[in-house]
């Protein structure tokens, strides 16, 4: 069963915008913080942003100042909002979500392919 419904990714070239949709339910998304990853081809994933539910953020050194990370409650959705895109962005993007409760339980959807072209 899939919990966390991504969209949005695509091909752009350098210098573009793309904007990444997590959708999810409300038991998920009232619990948890959300985030997205990365993984490039022969890389290890990597986090690009985290919003948790009080709404603080951080962000990757390498994406700070052009991507924002955001979340909807009245749609239970987190976004990333992708801007001056460059061919190093390309990667696989997975929305994320880790429960804050004392038992802990992680959430990966299924991911979107984002490319960069130069």
């Known amino acids: 069963q899939v919990q966390l419904v991504e969209s949005g990714g695509g091909l752009v070239q350098t210098g573009g915008s793309l904007r990444l949709s997590c959708e999810t339910s409300g038991r998920i998304f009232n619990t948890c913080d959300m985030g997205w990853y990365r993984q490039a081809p022969g890389k290890q994933r990597e986090l690009v942003a985290r919003i948790r539910i009080s709404g603080s953020t951080n962000y990757a050194d390498s994406v700070k100042g052009r991507f924002t990370i955001s979340r909807d409650n009245t749609r239970n959705t987190v976004y990333l909002q992708m801007n001056s895109l460059k061919p190093e962005d390309t990667a696989v993007y997975y929305c994320?979500?880790?429960?804050?409760?004392?038992?802990?339980?992680?959430?990966w959807g299924q991911g979107t392919q984002v490319t960069v072209s130069s």
């Open positions: 994320n979500a880790d429960s804050i409760g004392i038992v802990k339980t992680t959430y």
